[in-house]
């Protein structure tokens, strides 16, 4: 039996990402990705274009790989303890490369 779900992406500026944040997560700046359990992922561009730049990323690449991210916490993927990032970054890397994308944890 084939199951459905339901993802909705979001982008919104700098004063919405960083209430979202406020209110879901007791930080007061804007953040780069929240995903919420309804399957609904918030992208706050203002801060994905800044790290873009300061870590030489395209725009496209890094909003990928934020997407993934979100989705990946969707799935129940966590990073807080090093194991578990390391399980997340290494399938984050695997997805990312099949969609044509460079590892996003590399410099190159």
Known sequence: MATSSS???RIVGEREGRELNRIYRKKNYATNVLS???GDIVLCHP???REARAQEKTLTAHYAHL???GVLHLRGYQHEKKRDAARMEAREIRILRRAGFRNPYTVE
């Open 7 to 9: 993802l909705n992406l």
């Open 36 to 38: 919420f359990h309804t």
């Open 67 to 69: 997407v993934v991210h």
């Open 47 to 49: 801060v994905i274009r």
